[in-house]
């Protein structure tokens, strides 16, 4: 599986908007790029995904790099409930491996009051 | 959004006996399911693949007859712990695939089960 490498920490105010990045410079031409976030004693919770274009839902946007090598991750206005683990991961279209997750170290995003 | 449910929660057991946890997806039908392990302020580690009405398939290192598998419908999954040992502490976690839908979805995850072995 092609690897992704994100920072170990980020810190933000809240209110304030925060960039998570994430490199995979390896990534492949079927790869999505998936992010999920974990909050403390509870299971990851889907936050967006993207191929080529940038994404937007309720949650976040995502900011998907020209040459796919890198994107971020963009929380326009953080809240405390946003403090949690954030993966980004990269998932095969489909295949026999389709809906399994390699879960690389995340970011721990710490959220000032 | 889609639910998975797992139960019990939270689990505390006596070493040499075996636990049971589900995972169950409310709203959808999950021919595949997933188990993972977390160690604390550890990342997620998958432990096996679960199939609807065949046999799971494990990672590597992950002991097959120490953590049994059944998964007997669309909507089911369970992993026991056999001879629970100290070490096998830790908090699991399962997600469901949603078969109906193609393409490059979601997963969806339950909100995981933490084992205590005393």
């Known amino acids: 599986d092609a690897k992704t490498t994100q920072p170990n920490s980020m810190e933000s105010n809240e209110e304030e908007p925060v960039h998570l990045p994430c490199n995979h410079s390896?990534?492949?031409?079927?790869?999505?790029i998936h992010w999920y976030r974990q909050l403390p004693s509870q299971g990851p919770e889907y936050v967006i995904h993207?191929?080529?274009s940038n994404v937007n839902n309720r949650m976040a946007s995502l900011a998907i790099a020209e040459d796919r090598k890198s994107s971020t991750l963009i929380l326009h206005r953080a809240t405390l409930r946003d403090a949690a683990v954030y993966y980004c991961?990269?998932?095969?279209?489909?295949?026999?491996?389709?809906?399994?997750?390699?879960f690389g170290q995340g970011t721990i995003l710490t959220v000032h009051p | 959004g889609a639910v998975v449910s797992q139960h019990p929660s939270r689990v505390i057991c006596k070493s040499g006996t075996s636990v049971k946890i589900e995972c169950r997806s409310l709203?959808?039908?999950?021919?595949?399911m997933f188990w993972y392990r977390q160690f604390p302020k550890q990342s997620l580690m998958l432990m096996a693949t679960s199939n609807e009405g065949s046999k799971a398939t494990y990672e590597q290192g992950v002991e097959k007859d120490k953590f049994l598998i059944n998964h007997a419908s669309l909507t089911l999954s369970t992993l026991t712990v056999t001879s629970a040992h100290p070490e096998d502490s830790s908090f699991y976690i399962c997600s469901a695939r949603d078969s109906d839908r193609v393409g490059n979805t979601e997963a969806f995850f339950g909100q995981g089960t933490r084992l205590t072995v005393v």
């Open positions: 709203d959808f039908q999950a021919t595949t």
């Open positions: 993207g191929l080529t």
């Open positions: 991961i990269l998932r095969l279209a489909g295949g026999t491996s389709y809906g399994k997750l390699t």
């Open positions: 390896t990534i492949s031409g079927t790869d999505y």
